[in-house]
C-alpha cells in the first residue's frame, strides 16, 4: 500500500478499529533508512517531542533515544538498529536486508500523561505527523511492517513502504 493511501485510511478509520484494520496499536514500529543524527534531530528540534534521555545497548549493540510526544500518550522509541530479535517475521527481514534499512522508530501508548482520545488515535496521530514532516518532505526510504490490520494479517499489500517497490522499479530509489 502506498504511504499516503494509508494516511488516508488512518484519518478515515474509526479508533476502535484501527488495530483490526490498520494494524496500529501500542509497540508500532517505523524501520527507516536514514542518517541516525538526522532522525534524532527530527524529534529533539521539532518542538512536538521532549527529549527523555538515551539508552546505549549490549545486545543489541546500539543507541536508542527516548521522546515524549507532548500533548501526551505516546512515548517514543528511537534506535540505531532495526530490531533486537526476530520480532518482523523472515519475509520482513528479507526486505530489511534488501533496502538497508538501519533504524527503527517505536511508538508506545504508556506515557503517563494523556491525550483525551482512543490510545491508537494518539499513535496514529504521531505516524500522520512524521510522515507528513520528516520521512515524505525528506524523502526518508521507510517501512510501517505492522501496517497490516490484524483481521487480514495475509494481505502483505496492506504493508507500507516508502518509496514502494513500484515507486523503487521506476525511479530506481
Same mark, same amino acid.
Given at each position: 500500500?502506498?504511504l ?14 484501527l ?18 543524527e ?6 529533539r528540534?521539532? #518542538?512536538?517531542? $521532549?527529549? =527523555? ?11 536508542? !533515544?527516548?521522546?515524549?510526544? /507532548?500533548? #501526551?500518550?505516546? $512515548?517514543? =522509541? ?11 517475521? !523472515?519475509?520482513?527481514?528479507? /526486505? ?9 522508530i517505536?511508538l ?5 500523561r ?26 526518508i526510504?521507510m ?31
Amino acid at each position: 500500500m502506498k504511504l499516503a493511501e494509508y494516511l488516508r485510511a488512518i484519518g478515515e478509520c474509526p479508533d476502535e478499529e484501527l488495530a483490526s484494520r490498520l494494524g496500529v496499536y501500542d509497540n508500532w514500529p517505523i524501520l527507516l533508512k536514514v542518517d541516525f543524527e538526522k532522525l534524532f534531530n527530527y524529534f529533539r528540534n521539532s #518542538g512536538i517531542y $521532549s527529549h =527523555q534521555g538515551t539508552k546505549n545497548y549490549k545486545n543489541p549493540s546500539g543507541r536508542c !533515544e527516548f521522546f515524549d510526544f /507532548i500533548p #501526551g500518550t505516546v $512515548s517514543i =522509541q528511537v534506535c540505531d538498529y532495526t530490531s533486537g530479535g526476530k520480532m518482523y517475521g !523472515e519475509e520482513v527481514y528479507e /526486505i530489511i536486508d534488501r533496502r538497508g534499512y538501519n533504524a527503527r522508530i517505536s511508538l508506545h501508548d504508556d506515557q503517563e500523561r494523556k491525550m483525551p482520545v482512543h490510545d491508537h488515535r494518539a499513535i496514529a496521530i504521531v505516524i500522520e505527523g512524521i510522515s507528513t514532516n520528516f520521512i515524505i518532505p525528506e524523502s526518508i526510504p521507510m517501512m510501517f511492517p505492522s501496517s497490516i490490520g490484524h483481521n487480514n494479517l495475509e494481505n502483505k499489500s496492506q504493508r507500507v513502504s516508502f518509496p514502494d517497490e513500484d515507486e523503487i522499479a521506476m525511479f530506481g530509489k
